[in-house]
């Protein structure tokens, strides 16, 4: 069976509708976990997500061990949101199981995807094709994002690719490599959609069909999916 790898980003969900919607989802589901009100985390929220990047600017996820980075800038997001929230700070045994698990539910509410996902993931089902989902997030983060997209059961997922499970940070074609043993499929049976260049080019490198997508240029996932 072939293998559809798509990217989350600019592919299947919206950042912007992301960013807009995560606020009040956030808020939300953290009141209810751990009290205080909504409007207190949404506004953490807003706060954290406006310096983001200082969080986790002197952490190397390209690197060897970046994996083990990716789980410190999850803890350090989830202490981040406490301490703008203005409530204590749990112990880091709890926090660090929390930052594994937490991005899996705390988005349930945001839906992000484009338009014409739904019907693009039920025409590549209809032909066979086995999906598998890429980002450069954890694949925790990756199934908290999805919503509610999947349009029912019949979709064959391949797996969900974040950077705890292949280990790589840049779609280099050593990435994609270990992203087609994981989905145990050969390069060659692998088709590859992103938004950015880098993943299209390691894929070609790896022996995959590789198509950019331009959805700023008003490409649609679902025309390129009906011409392949």
Not at 35 to 50: C, D, F, K, S
Not at 118 to 135: N, V
Not at 191 to 205: F, M, N, Y
């Amino acid at each position: 069976m072939s293998v559809m790898f798509l990217g989350l980003n600019r592919v299947v969900i919206d950042p912007e509708q992301v960013r807009a919607q995560s606020p009040a989802a956030v808020g939300g589901w953290m009141a209810g976990q751990f009290g205080g009100e909504p409007v207190q985390w949404e506004r953490a929220y807003r706060t954290l997500i406006a310096d983001w990047d200082s969080y986790f600017a002197d952490l190397d996820f390209a690197g060897d061990d970046g994996v083990a980075a990716l789980w410190e800038s999850e803890i350090r997001l989830m202490r981040g949101l406490f301490r703008l929230a203005g409530l204590p700070i749990p112990p880091l045994s709890e926090m660090s199981k929390w930052a594994y698990d937490m991005p899996r539910f705390m988005y349930h509410t945001v839906r992000a995807a484009y338009p014409d996902v739904p019907s693009a993931l039920a025409l590549l089902s209809q032909r066979g094709y086995k999906i598998a989902l890429f980002a450069d997030v954890s694949s925790h983060r990756i199934s908290g994002l999805l919503g509610g997209i999947w349009p029912g059961e019949p979709v064959a997922l391949a797996g969900l690719l974040g950077l705890d499970v292949t280990g790589r940070f840049r779609h280099d074609a050593a990435y994609w490599q270990i992203a087609a043993l994981k989905a145990g499929a050969a390069p060659e049976m692998c088709i590859v959609i992103d938004a950015l260049a880098e993943s299209i080019d390691g894929a070609q490198a790896a022996g995959m069909r590789a198509f950019l997508l331009n959805r700023a240029n008003g490409e649609r996932l679902i025309d390129l999916v009906r011409r392949l």
